[in-house]
Nanobody, 129 residues
Framework: QVQFVESGGGLVQPGGSVRLSCAASGLTLNDYAIGWFRQAPGKEREGVSCISSADGTTSYADSVKGRFTISKDAAKQTVYLQMNNLKPEDTAVYYC??????????????????????WGQGTQVSVSS
């Protein structure tokens, strides 16, 4: 049974940092591109970042470029999202999932979420003073 479990969210002040973890089981992490998505209240789910299966190529949404960094530890079957200089508009539930249609991550967006499956339950990140 494939399962993704997100963790690491919480309440953080603007300008602060947090690292999210996405622990995978039931599959080999390096066989899939992995994506991070987020959904704020009343808004559609949007793509945040993704990382390719083999060469670690990454892609970011323009809104997080330069502030967020995606990485993975294949031995630990875990993908991370380091989030720095957080803004109130980053407040959302963050999800990770596996791309079942491609191994190379070239772009990430809400429109591409149909390519993904094995969604986790999400972890809440709230940015507020």
């Amino acid at each position: 049974q494939v399962q993704f479990v997100e963790s690491g969210g919480g309440l953080v002040q603007p300008g602060g940092s947090v690292r999210l973890s996405c622990a995978a089981s039931g599959l080999t992490l390096n066989d899939y591109a992995i994506g991070w998505f987020r959904q704020a209240p009343g808004k559609e789910r949007e793509g945040v970042s993704c990382i390719s299966s083999a060469d670690g190529t990454t892609s970011y949404a323009d809104s997080v470029k330069g502030r967020f960094t995606i990485s993975k530890d294949a031995a630990k079957q875990t993908v991370y999202l380091q989030m720095n200089n957080l803004k109130p508009e980053d407040t959302a539930v963050y999800y990770c999932a596996a791309n079942l249609m491609r191994r190379l991550c070239t772009a990430v967006s809400g429109a591409l979420q149909y390519e993904y499956d094995y969604w986790g339950q999400g972890t809440q990140v709230s940015v507020s003073s």
